[in-house]
């Protein structure tokens, strides 16, 4: 994320989201270990309609950064996965999920009331 302009973005790249069982386990890890009102304020945000659920739009930023999925680390850095403000930055091939792994899509499958 730091070779990317995000800032100012507010999240409209961020989703879908295709998560895996591991991933799905370490962002529930993640949202655990947060401090209660942290976690309460990411939650309660209002996002754009499509947008990753754990999207910070407070802080204009990934609110489980840590934990972000594969798709997320990708994001920008492949062809496949173009960040529109800095598409010279996609010096990679072609990225491709681990479908035999895939279990859901955030925001669509899981929502916050999967990681409480």
């Not at 800032?7 to 991933?23: F, R, S």
């Not at 949202?31 to 999207?55: D, H, N, V």
């Amino acid at each position: 994320m730091e070779s990317l302009p995000c800032q100012g973005c507010k999240g409209l790249c961020c989703g879908p989201v295709p998560i895996t069982k591991d991933e799905r386990k370490r962002i529930h890890k993640k949202i655990r270990s947060m401090p209660p009102k942290e976690r309460a304020a990411l939650q309660k945000q209002e996002r754009f309609y499509g947008t990753c659920i754990f999207y910070d739009l407070d802080r204009d930023r990934c609110g489980i950064h840590a934990a972000r999925p594969a798709v997320c680390r990708a994001f920008g850095y492949y062809k496949n996965l173009v960040c529109f403000r800095k598409p010279e930055a996609a010096s990679k091939g072609v990225w491709n999920a681990d479908e035999a792994d895939f279990e859901g899509v955030l925001s669509e499958d899981f929502t916050w009331k999967d990681f409480a």
